[in-house]
């Protein structure tokens, strides 16, 4: 059973690198929400799967909790905004996607050496996906530094979050329940905050993009 | 049987070295004799450089063999050493000198810059000091030969003296020799570890300290890599072979680019002994860039002869990272995947020679067909000139890469070695080497594109000039050495194990492994360097049956249908007219890739207008290197310069007071 | 190199001969039903090869003999690589002649003519033709290895026969390298054998064209040869994917019921194959000629991805 289990697992992992990937070459928004959601997916399956294997309730009810925020909840208000933002046209990236590719392969190989020492005291099924837990995170942050649009840094952000949720089940079977609620809020929240933030920067300056933020600095 | 005063191959190898010299003599002695020079002398030298490579292969399975040679300073004789590795690139020399010579022999015109006798007695001076070079065996005798050969090589590269781009171009080139010398002689001084005793002998006995044999290797590559042309020291290249007259550059590129790889090898796995795993990887990430960095340059070359260099610095990086793959090999002790990066790394020297050779020969034949560089100006000579363009065809072939040619049995090789790294103990190295492997097939591909630029743009279509229509064909002295070089591309992508089976011993030497017995694998068709289950590749199975089918698919046409044929004019898509301009130019062909690979480049653009009477389109395309180290460094020493430079006042009494100072201070510290 | 090893080889070259143009024509046939179109028969493809090696052969005035060998060298080309590609059996004699690092080679061989006879008129369609072709090679080629590696690492050889059979013998597992593998894979093969988001078969529009603008000067039984052969890489590269990724039902050594329950499975695969061919082809758009390079580095750092990820989970 558990070879297969952690084989389920594995194809999980590297399905959620390989969004993380899609994402770093995605040039639409639309299509990154879409792949947002299909990562909270992959998420979700992974959880479960270990759920079941260990027979861990509470992962249960964060697998449930994924869905609803991540699956469901984030990608309908992310369209919804970017509907009122009018904003689904392509997005530039600061480097060409390419090179971006072979750094987020450089920090793949990093993040797996560096999660190697951690994974080997672990004792969880699915200690070897640690290494793309960590990767995936470094990706997210890296897609948030090379965009310049907000839309996409926030999809970033939340990414990143999937990246460390994905890293907690991995490595200790998922954190506290009452942490794990606590991220959920605090995601929605400042999915709120941030959403509300657009809208002002968007009346600020008629545009999405962070350059005009630069403005702001006094000189 | 002792008795027998038998003829070592030292002895025969030295006999031709003498030879030569001899030869370059003769040449002095009939200094403006042009008939005597080309017709003669050169075709002479060509057979002893065939005498040369059959000694050095018949010497290469035998025990390394020593001699004396008391000339030079009083206490300081030469010594010379023909062991497996010497004697394989002696070959090497060899071999390919024989094909430039005779067909320099043939190239060499009246009333070029240099008279004919000293241009003899400058090429062959520069055999003498590549053949002396492999044979050295201390760092003095060393050291002279390789300045003989870089100083014979810059009165090679200046031949035509009155343009003043080459006067520049042979000045950078023995600029940066010097500045490798130098390491050189440091890698030695740092070798004998304050023994005093310069013999290799020695080095070899020495055990130095971790430090101390890094700082060595640091220094023998940063010094050999100038001579072979390694990031970034490789600006020199692209400007002195395409200044060179075509069998100068052929030679330089074809071979002594070799002897900086020799010495990379002999300092390396046999004077150093176990390499540090980092050197591999500082190898492999030299080498790997310099090889992207040469092919990408060379997909935007205009000029045939600059492209073919950066090629070559493509294809030295290649051999580098094969080096530097069998250092991480021999630094975790696994000795036949080392022997099997390095038997790739000898055999790709071996191609690199011969195919890179073939091609400059092309290009000067094509260059006296023309009096063109530039690919701008070139086009549709395979009407004109068959023979040269049916040669370079396979030297194409042969640098793409592609099988059944010469070159694909190296990369392959490589590409072997490189798939077999999952038992590396470091986590990062098992999860880099595979990233390198990517870089090197890519590498490889883009080889491909260049290639097909430079035989597509210099041979096919139609003749972007009028002038072209005159080109003729060949000489017969020039056809015979581009024949040779061509029959050894083929016969060494078709004869792998036979070839490996020569390298056998070199590996056996440095790391007790060879590919023999497994590689042949009960058969000589089939090339196995582990086993056939793990990978197989066959050239002359693989040849004839394309060829069969090709013949089968010609016969079964004409029986079953037809083989009627109608001559008419080009159709393109109805296009009413239509000029040789409307062809791509190099620069039109070569854009795809300054697009991608942008930011590698230096680019300047002159874009019209749509309201210019005149547009004019303009690209330059320049090495960013050059601006980024090379201008920097000029700068600072110009700055330093300046600030020396204050001592000079101009006033007697001044200079002494400097002399006095000295003295006073000298006489201090011996004091204390 | 036994008898019956010859025959399996004779008869899958005869398979390829014969199932290349058929699997073209199915393609042809899907991609007309899913546009709502009349579909032609599937036996269309042979009468276009019969038309035109009936049509006698134009060739350009000052056109040089590499022009004409290259057909006949093309289709050799592809025509070896269809029997170096296990299809049938992976005890074939052709086997060992070339594994996967030559069967690459082989297509860069085939794209290195099919360039140069472009070039050779001297127009200016060739010209741009072979540039593009060149283009989207270089990308490919590397990318088509990266796939090819991380099936030889998985099973520790490059023979492609070796792999094979390694491949389909393990007990069930999932291997996700394989995943991103066959993605990059996909990209590969839809640009290499000038697909629709790359190129479209379909076009003579001169701005947009790759493939057609190589052979635009070829006609008669040149023509026929080069369609046949670009046939045969499509079978080829097929062969080559459900072998890698669908390895079941290729007949072992000295297993005479699986060799001949080997052609019906290979049939129905390269069915499904082709429809699922169609179907991307229909769904996605022709994209400019500046994102093909984007489009194929894509896959070739898929193919990389893929290797290491092979070795970041040891599966």
């Known amino acids: 059973m558990s070879a297969f289990t952690s084989q389920v697992i594995n194809l999980f992992a590297s399905v959620l690198l390989l969004i993380a990937f899609a994402m770093l070459a995605q040039r639409r928004i639309v299509t990154l929400i879409n792949l947002f959601a299909i990562q909270g997916m992959a998420l979700v399956g992974s959880t479960l799967t270990v759920a079941w294997a260990t027979g861990q309730h509470h992962l249960y009810w964060s697998a449930g909790i994924t869905f609803v925020l991540k699956v469901v909840a984030l990608p309908w208000i992310l369209h919804r905004l970017i509907r009122r933002l009018n904003v689904k046209w392509d997005i530039e990236t600061l480097i060409n996607i390419p090179t971006m590719m072979l750094v987020g392969i450089v920090l793949v190989v990093f993040a797996f050496n560096l999660a190697l020492p951690i994974s080997e005291f672990s004792q969880s099924i699915a200690r070897g996906t640690l290494g793309i837990a960590l990767a995936c995170v470094l990706m997210s942050f890296l897609m948030m530094i090379t965009r310049s649009k907000a839309v996409p840094q926030v999809i970033g952000f939340l990414a990143m979050e999937n990246g460390l949720f994905f890293a907690a089940t991995s490595a200790t079977y998922g954190m506290p329940m009452v942490v794990e609620l606590g991220i959920a809020l605090d995601v929605l929240v400042g999915m709120v905050i941030l959403g509300v933030f657009m809208f002002q920067i968007r009346e600020q300056f008629d545009s999405l993009d962070i350059h005009h933020l630069e403005k702001l600095k006094e000189d | ?219 023998a590559l940063f010094g050999f890599g100038a001579k072979a042309g390694i990031l970034p020291l490789h600006v020199w290249l692209p400007e002195a072979h395409p200044a060179a007259p075509s069998p100068v550059s052929a030679l330089m590129s074809g071979v002594m680019l070799k002897t900086a790889i020799y010495g990379m090898v002999r300092v390396n796995f046999d004077l150093l002994g176990s390499p ?17 960095f040469g092919v990408v340059f060379a997909a935007a070359q205009v000029d045939m002869k600059r492209l073919l260099a950066y090629s070559s610095i493509e294809n030295v990086g290649l051999i580098v990272v094969g080096l530097g793959l069998a250092m991480v090999f021999a630094a975790y002790r696994m000795n036949s995947l080392a022997a099997l990066a390095m038997v790739a790394s000898l055999y790709h020297c071996l191609n690199h020679a011969l195919f890179k050779s073939l091609l400059f020969l092309g290009t000067g034949s094509v260059l006296h067909a023309t009096q063109e560089r530039n690919l701008g100006k070139l086009g549709g000579l395979m009407r004109y000139m068959p023979f040269v363009a049916w040669t370079s065809l396979v030297g194409v072939v042969a640098s793409a890469g592609l099988p059944p040619s010469n070159g694909f049995v190296s990369e392959w090789l490589l590409l072997q070695g490189f798939l077999f790294t999952g038992g590396l103990p470091n986590p990062y190295l098992r999860m880099l080497v595979p990233i390198f492997a990517a870089g090197v097939v890519l590498v490889a591909a883009l080889a491909g594109y260049v290639m097909v630029k430079f035989f597509g743009v210099i041979f096919l279509g139609r003749p972007r000039e009028d002038k072209l229509a005159q080109a003729h064909d060949a000489g017969w002295l020039e056809r015979l050495g581009l024949a040779w070089l061509t029959a050894g591309c083929v016969l060494l992508g078709l004869f792998p194990v036979a070839v490996i089976e020569v390298i056998d011993p070199i590996t056996y030497a440095f790391l007790g492994r060879g590919l023999a017995q497994s590689g042949r694998a009960g058969d000589w068709l089939l090339l196995a360097p582990v086993s056939a289950e793990r990978a197989s590749y066959s050239p002359i199975l693989f040849l004839l049956v394309t060829a069969a089918i090709v013949a089968a698919a010609f016969v079964l046409v004409r029986r079953f249908y037809h083989g009627r044929l109608r001559r008419a004019a080009p159709w393109d898509c109805g296009h009413p007219m239509q000029t040789a301009r409307m062809q791509d130019t190099a620069e039109g062909f070569g854009q795809p890739i300054r697009q991608i690979f942008e930011p590698f480049y230096r680019m300047h653009r002159e874009l019209p207008t749509p309201f210019d009477a005149a547009p004019r389109y303009r690209v330059t395309v320049e090495d960013p290197l050059w601006a980024w180290v090379y201008l920097r460094i000029a700068a600072a020493t110009e700055a330093v310069s300046r600030w020396v430079g204050m001592l000079q006042r101009g006033r007697i009494s001044i200079y002494l007071l400097y002399s006095f100072l000295t003295l006073v201070a000298l006489l201090f510290l011996t004091q204390a | 190199m036994n008898l019956e090893g010859f025959l399996a080889q004779l008869v899958a070259m ?92 082989l297509f860069g061989v085939a794209r290195l003519f099919i360039s140069l006879a472009a070039m050779d008129i001297g127009t200016s369609f060739g010209t741009l033709g072979a540039r593009r072709e060149m283009l989207v090679g270089f990308l490919a080629e590397p990318a088509f290895l990266m796939v090819l590696f991380t099936a030889s690492l998985i099973s520790s050889s490059t023979s492609l026969a070796t792999t094979v059979s390694a ?93 001949l329950w080997a052609l019906p499975v290979l049939a129905m695969k390269l069915a499904i194959g082709g429809f699922l061919l169609a179907l991307i082809e229909t769904i996605l758009a022709k994209m400019r000629i500046f994102r093909v390079p984007e489009f194929l580095a894509t896959a070739f750092l898929l193919g990389v991805l893929a290797i290491l990820v092979h070795l970041l989970l040891g599966a």
């Open chain 3, 167 to 259: 491949l389909a013998h393990r007990e069930f597992t999932i291997l996700p390298s394989l995943a991103f593998a066959g993605l990059a894979f996909t990209m590969v093969s839809l640009a290499e054998n000038a697909r629709v988001p790359v190129d479209n078969p379909a076009t003579h529009l001169e701005l947009t064209m790759i493939h057609e603008a190589l052979i635009l000067e070829y006609s008669g039984r040149h023509l026929a040869l080069i369609e046949w052969a670009a046939s045969l890489k499509l079978f080829a590269y097929s062969c080559a994917g459900l072998a890698i990724f669908f390895p079941w039902g290729i007949a072992e050594a000295n297993d005479h019921v699986a060799l």
């Open chain 3, 14 to 105: 005869v398979v390829a001969l014969v199932g290349a143009p058929l699997v073209m024509g199915w393609v042809n046939q899907c991609r007309a039903w899913l546009q709502n179109r009349r579909a032609p028969p599937l036996t269309m493809p042979f009468r276009t090869l019969h038309k035109l090696f009936w049509k006698e052969s134009v060739v350009a005035h000052d056109a040089s003999p590499i022009f004409r060998v290259t057909p006949y060298v093309v289709f050799g080309c592809m025509l070896l690589a269809s029997l170096i590609v296990p299809t049938l059996s992976t005890n074939m004699p052709m086997a060992p002649a070339a594994d996967a690092i030559a069967l690459v080679g």
């Open chain 2, 276 to 292: 540090l795993w980092w050197w591999g990887v500082a190898a492999l990430s030299v080498g790997l860039a310099t090889a992207l």
């Open chain 2, 1 to 219: 049987m002792g008795e027998l005063p038998e003829l070592l191959a030292i002895d025969a190898a030295m006999a031709v070295v003498v030879a030569w010299f001899a030869v370059g003599l003769a040449g002095l002695a009939a200094l403006h004799n042009f008939s005597l020079v080309a017709r003669v002398l050169f075709p002479l030298s060509a057979a002893l450089s065939l005498a040369l490579a059959g000694t050095a292969l018949s010497a290469l399975p035998g025990a390394p063999q020593t001699a004396v040679l008391a000339i030079g300073l009083p206490d300081l004789p030469f010594h010379l050493r023909l062991d497996a590795l010497s004697a394989f690139f002696l070959a090497l020399l060899g071999l390919a000198s024989a094909g430039i010579s005779v067909f320099a022999g043939g190239y060499f015109r009246r009333g070029e810059g240099t008279p004919p006798g000293l241009l003899c007695l400058h090429y062959h001076l520069f055999l003498v000091g590549m053949a002396m070079v492999m044979l050295a065996d201390d760092a003095y005798a060393f050291m002279v030969t390789w300045e003989l050969m870089a100083l014979a090589s810059f009165f090679l590269v200046t031949t035509n003296h009155r343009i003043a781009e080459i006067r520049r171009a042979g000045f950078l080139y023995l600029l940066v020799a010097h500045v490798g010398a130098i390491a050189i002689l440091l890698c030695f001084g740092v070798l004998q570890a304050n023994t005093g005793d310069y013999t290799f002998a020695n080095m070899r006995a020495q055990n130095l300290s971790p430090f101390w044999s890094s700082c060595a290797f640091l220094l």
